[in-house]
C-alpha cells in the first residue's frame, strides 16, 4: 500500500508563489513517473505537470511559471509555482505511477488534494 500526503496549498494573492509538497510512502520498488493535476469547480482534472527519469513536461497554461522537481531519496515531489494568477485556483492533486515490487505491473496513486486559491 502506497500512500500521498500533500502539504503547502493556501490562499495567496495574483502574483505571489506558492510550493507544494508531496511525499509517498510504504511500500514501492521503484518510481516510474510522478505528477501534479488540478480540478477547479465545474470543471475536469487536468494535468498541470508530469517528470520522469527522461524530463519534464507542463501544461501550456503553466510553462514558464511553475517548476516541478523532485526528491528521489525521499520519495517527494514538489511544484514551485510563480506569477501566480486567479485561473490557477483549483484543488492540486499529486500522482505516482510506481510499482510496488519488482515482479508487479504500475500502479498508480493519487493524494488526497490540497487548495490552492488565487485572489486578491
Known amino acids: 500500500q502506497v500512500q500521498l500526503v500533500e502539504s503547502g496549498g493556501g490562499l495567496v494573492q495574483p502574483g505571489g508563489s506558492l510550493k507544494l509538497s508531496c511525499a509517498a510512502s510504504?511500500?514501492?520498488?521503484?518510481?516510474?513517473?510522478m505528477g501534479w493535476y488540478r480540478q477547479a469547480p465545474g470543471k475536469e482534472r487536468e494535468s498541470v505537470a508530469l517528470?520522469?527519469?527522461?524530463?519534464?513536461n507542463y501544461a501550456e497554461s503553466v510553462k514558464g511559471r511553475f517548476t516541478i522537481s523532485r526528491d528521489n531519496a525521499k520519495n517527494t515531489v514538489y511544484l514551485q509555482m510563480n506569477s501566480l494568477k486567479p485561473e490557477d485556483t483549483a484543488v492540486y492533486y499529486c500522482?505516482?505511477?510506481?510499482?510496488?515490487?519488482?515482479?508487479?505491473?504500475?500502479?498508480?496513486?493519487w493524494g488526497q488534494g490540497t487548495q490552492v486559491t488565487v485572489s486578491s
Open positions: 500522482y505516482f505511477n510506481v510499482r510496488v515490487t519488482e515482479w508487479a505491473i504500475q500502479s498508480g496513486y
Open positions: 510504504g511500500s514501492i520498488f521503484s518510481v516510474n513517473y
Open positions: 517528470i520522469t527519469n527522461g524530463g519534464t
